[in-house]
Protein backbone atom coordinates (compact mmCIF):
# COMPACT_ATOMS: atom_id res chain seq x y z
CA UNK A 1 0.00 0.00 0.00
CA UNK A 2 1.98 3.00 -1.34
CA UNK A 3 0.70 6.00 0.63
CA UNK A 4 2.87 8.48 -1.34
CA UNK A 5 2.62 8.09 -5.05
CA UNK A 6 4.99 9.71 -7.72
CA UNK A 7 3.70 8.21 -10.56
CA UNK A 8 6.34 9.82 -13.21
CA UNK A 9 9.42 7.94 -13.23
CA UNK A 10 11.07 10.03 -15.43
CA UNK A 11 10.86 14.11 -16.49
CA UNK A 12 13.20 15.70 -19.21
CA UNK A 13 12.76 18.91 -19.68
CA UNK A 14 14.55 22.27 -21.20
CA UNK A 15 17.21 24.66 -19.39
CA UNK A 16 15.56 27.56 -18.44
CA UNK A 17 12.05 26.02 -18.77
CA UNK A 18 9.95 25.14 -15.84
CA UNK A 19 9.88 21.59 -14.14
CA UNK A 20 7.02 20.05 -12.64
CA UNK A 21 7.05 17.51 -10.43
CA UNK A 22 4.06 15.52 -8.94
CA UNK A 23 3.38 13.62 -5.70
CA UNK A 24 0.13 12.50 -4.55
CA UNK A 25 -1.00 10.96 -1.38
CA UNK A 26 -3.54 8.49 0.20
CA UNK A 27 -3.41 9.27 3.50
CA UNK A 28 -5.30 12.59 4.72
CA UNK A 29 -4.34 13.05 7.89
CA UNK A 30 -0.68 14.09 6.13
CA UNK A 31 0.14 17.16 8.19
CA UNK A 32 3.52 18.10 6.40
CA UNK A 33 5.64 17.67 3.11
CA UNK A 34 8.94 17.33 1.98
CA UNK A 35 10.57 17.55 -1.08
CA UNK A 36 14.06 16.06 -0.93
CA UNK A 37 16.85 15.70 -3.86
CA UNK A 38 19.53 12.64 -4.15
CA UNK A 39 22.20 12.71 -6.75
CA UNK A 40 24.28 9.92 -7.56
CA UNK A 41 25.94 8.37 -4.84
CA UNK A 42 25.08 10.70 -2.39
CA UNK A 43 22.63 10.91 0.04
CA UNK A 44 19.08 12.54 -0.28
CA UNK A 45 19.15 16.10 0.88
CA UNK A 46 16.32 18.22 1.94
CA UNK A 47 15.01 20.88 -0.76
CA UNK A 48 11.72 22.89 0.48
CA UNK A 49 8.73 21.67 2.46
CA UNK A 50 5.11 22.45 2.90
CA UNK A 51 2.80 22.32 5.76
CA UNK A 52 -1.17 21.21 5.60
CA UNK A 53 -1.87 24.89 7.12
CA UNK A 54 -0.78 26.33 3.78
CA UNK A 55 -1.23 25.90 -0.53
CA UNK A 56 2.32 26.97 -1.28
CA UNK A 57 5.89 27.37 -0.43
CA UNK A 58 8.44 29.41 -2.52
CA UNK A 59 11.96 29.12 -2.05
CA UNK A 60 14.15 31.06 -4.39
CA UNK A 61 13.77 29.44 -8.13
CA UNK A 62 11.69 26.42 -6.00
CA UNK A 63 8.21 26.55 -5.17
CA UNK A 64 6.01 24.02 -3.60
CA UNK A 65 2.40 23.67 -4.30
CA UNK A 66 -0.26 21.94 -2.09
CA UNK A 67 -3.79 20.76 -2.67
CA UNK A 68 -5.70 19.54 -0.11
CA UNK A 69 -8.70 18.40 -1.71
CA UNK A 70 -7.15 16.89 -4.78
CA UNK A 71 -4.40 15.21 -2.31
CA UNK A 72 -1.58 16.23 -4.35
CA UNK A 73 1.15 18.34 -4.62
CA UNK A 74 3.74 19.64 -6.93
CA UNK A 75 7.14 20.79 -7.32
CA UNK A 76 7.89 23.93 -9.62
CA UNK A 77 11.40 24.40 -10.87
CA UNK A 78 12.02 27.72 -12.31
CA UNK A 79 13.79 28.34 -14.27
CA UNK A 80 15.29 24.72 -14.59
CA UNK A 81 19.24 24.24 -14.70
CA UNK A 82 21.08 21.44 -15.25
CA UNK A 83 22.39 21.26 -11.85
CA UNK A 84 19.18 20.40 -11.31
CA UNK A 85 19.60 17.30 -12.78
CA UNK A 86 18.38 14.74 -9.92
CA UNK A 87 16.28 12.41 -8.22
CA UNK A 88 13.56 14.21 -6.47
CA UNK A 89 11.57 12.15 -3.50
CA UNK A 90 8.29 13.69 -1.93
CA UNK A 91 7.66 12.93 1.29
CA UNK A 92 4.78 13.30 3.83
CA UNK A 93 4.33 13.06 7.68
CA UNK A 94 1.54 11.96 9.93
CA UNK A 95 0.72 13.39 13.11
CA UNK A 96 2.74 13.06 15.28
CA UNK A 97 0.33 12.38 18.16
CA UNK A 98 -1.25 9.61 16.67
CA UNK A 99 1.23 7.80 13.79
CA UNK A 100 4.59 9.07 14.73
CA UNK A 101 5.23 12.34 12.46
CA UNK A 102 8.28 13.24 10.90
CA UNK A 103 9.86 10.32 12.91
CA UNK A 104 8.38 8.57 10.64
CA UNK A 105 7.97 10.10 7.27
CA UNK A 106 6.86 8.39 4.25
CA UNK A 107 8.57 8.51 0.94
CA UNK A 108 7.61 8.48 -2.56
CA UNK A 109 9.69 6.61 -5.19
CA UNK A 110 11.24 9.16 -6.87
CA UNK A 111 11.18 10.94 -9.73
CA UNK A 112 14.44 11.56 -12.10
CA UNK A 113 14.61 14.91 -13.63
CA UNK A 114 17.19 15.75 -16.20
CA UNK A 115 17.87 19.33 -17.37
CA UNK A 116 19.28 19.71 -21.17
CA UNK A 117 21.18 22.28 -22.20
CA UNK B 1 28.68 16.88 2.76
CA UNK B 2 25.66 16.18 5.02
CA UNK B 3 28.22 15.05 8.08
CA UNK B 4 27.02 11.80 8.19
CA UNK B 5 29.42 9.04 7.67
CA UNK B 6 28.64 5.27 6.61
CA UNK B 7 30.59 2.78 6.33
CA UNK B 8 30.99 0.60 4.27
CA UNK B 9 30.51 2.03 0.91
CA UNK B 10 29.87 -1.24 -0.94
CA UNK B 11 29.18 -4.89 0.07
CA UNK B 12 29.41 -7.98 -1.60
CA UNK B 13 28.08 -10.83 0.33
CA UNK B 14 26.21 -14.19 0.17
CA UNK B 15 22.52 -15.49 1.15
CA UNK B 16 22.92 -16.50 5.06
CA UNK B 17 25.74 -14.59 5.73
CA UNK B 18 25.12 -11.62 8.40
CA UNK B 19 26.29 -8.14 7.74
CA UNK B 20 26.69 -4.76 9.97
CA UNK B 21 26.66 -1.00 8.50
CA UNK B 22 27.66 1.49 10.18
CA UNK B 23 26.88 5.26 10.69
CA UNK B 24 28.24 8.20 12.31
CA UNK B 25 25.73 10.81 12.66
CA UNK B 26 26.11 14.68 12.60
CA UNK B 27 27.54 16.24 15.79
CA UNK B 28 25.05 17.07 18.06
CA UNK B 29 22.57 14.94 16.27
CA UNK B 30 21.22 12.58 19.27
CA UNK B 31 18.82 10.73 16.71
CA UNK B 32 19.68 8.63 13.87
CA UNK B 33 17.34 6.87 11.13
CA UNK B 34 18.02 3.88 9.07
CA UNK B 35 16.03 3.82 5.42
CA UNK B 36 16.26 0.99 2.94
CA UNK B 37 15.91 1.87 -1.14
CA UNK B 38 15.29 -1.33 -2.67
CA UNK B 39 15.23 -1.55 -6.58
CA UNK B 40 12.51 0.87 -7.69
CA UNK B 41 11.62 1.61 -4.45
CA UNK B 42 11.23 4.67 -1.99
CA UNK B 43 13.08 5.26 1.21
CA UNK B 44 11.63 2.80 3.23
CA UNK B 45 11.89 4.13 6.88
CA UNK B 46 13.19 1.10 9.25
CA UNK B 47 14.00 1.99 13.06
CA UNK B 48 15.12 5.25 14.36
CA UNK B 49 17.33 5.85 17.75
CA UNK B 50 17.06 8.76 20.02
CA UNK B 51 20.21 9.08 22.41
CA UNK B 52 20.82 5.60 22.69
CA UNK B 53 16.94 4.18 22.89
CA UNK B 54 14.79 2.92 19.95
CA UNK B 55 12.35 5.34 19.20
CA UNK B 56 9.93 4.35 16.60
CA UNK B 57 9.94 1.03 14.13
CA UNK B 58 9.15 1.05 10.57
CA UNK B 59 8.91 -1.91 8.16
CA UNK B 60 12.23 -3.94 9.61
CA UNK B 61 11.83 -7.04 9.50
CA UNK B 62 13.09 -9.73 12.57
CA UNK B 63 16.45 -10.98 11.14
CA UNK B 64 17.38 -7.07 11.25
CA UNK B 65 18.41 -5.38 14.10
CA UNK B 66 20.31 -1.76 15.11
CA UNK B 67 21.69 0.04 18.20
CA UNK B 68 22.62 3.17 19.20
CA UNK B 69 26.13 3.70 21.43
CA UNK B 70 26.75 5.83 23.68
CA UNK B 71 29.01 7.65 21.31
CA UNK B 72 25.85 8.31 18.99
CA UNK B 73 27.15 6.06 16.72
CA UNK B 74 24.51 3.19 15.32
CA UNK B 75 24.80 0.23 13.88
CA UNK B 76 22.60 -1.76 11.72
CA UNK B 77 22.96 -5.43 11.62
CA UNK B 78 21.31 -7.55 8.62
CA UNK B 79 21.85 -11.80 9.19
CA UNK B 80 20.60 -14.46 7.26
CA UNK B 81 20.53 -12.28 4.04
CA UNK B 82 18.39 -12.92 1.05
CA UNK B 83 18.74 -12.04 -2.43
CA UNK B 84 16.15 -9.41 -1.54
CA UNK B 85 17.60 -7.91 1.08
CA UNK B 86 20.14 -6.13 -1.80
CA UNK B 87 19.59 -2.89 -1.40
CA UNK B 88 20.53 1.02 -0.47
CA UNK B 89 20.96 1.57 3.36
CA UNK B 90 20.53 5.13 4.68
CA UNK B 91 21.31 6.16 7.86
CA UNK B 92 20.01 10.26 8.53
CA UNK B 93 20.38 11.85 11.70
CA UNK B 94 18.19 15.03 13.21
CA UNK B 95 18.90 16.85 16.02
CA UNK B 96 15.22 17.40 17.26
CA UNK B 97 12.63 14.89 17.95
CA UNK B 98 8.87 14.18 18.68
CA UNK B 99 6.64 17.77 17.42
CA UNK B 100 10.11 19.83 16.91
CA UNK B 101 10.97 17.43 14.22
CA UNK B 102 10.23 18.94 11.16
CA UNK B 103 11.32 15.91 8.77
CA UNK B 104 15.22 17.91 8.09
CA UNK B 105 16.70 14.97 8.13
CA UNK B 106 20.42 14.67 7.04
CA UNK B 107 21.44 11.80 5.38
CA UNK B 108 24.60 9.81 4.71
CA UNK B 109 25.87 8.77 1.10
CA UNK B 110 24.45 5.21 1.66
CA UNK B 111 26.12 1.70 1.72
CA UNK B 112 25.00 -0.08 -1.29
CA UNK B 113 24.77 -4.35 -0.52
CA UNK B 114 24.62 -6.62 -2.87
CA UNK B 115 23.52 -10.37 -1.24
CA UNK B 116 24.47 -12.97 -4.32
Known amino acids: DQQVKQNSPSLSVQEGRISILNCDYT??????FLWYKKYPAEGPTFLIS?????DKNEDGRFTVFLNKSAKHLSLHIVPSQPGDSAVYFC????????????????FGKGTKLTVNP | DSGVTQTPKHLITATGQRVTLRCSPR?????VYWYQQSLDQGLQFLIQ???????AKGNILERFSAQQFPDLHSELNLSSLELGDSALYFC???????????????FGEGSRLTVL
Open chain 2, 92 to 106: ASSVAIGLANTGELF
Open chain 1, 27 to 32: NSMFDY
Open chain 1, 50 to 54: ISSIK
Open chain 1, 91 to 106: AASPPYITQGGSEKLV
Open chain 2, 27 to 31: SGDLS
Open chain 2, 49 to 55: YYNGEER
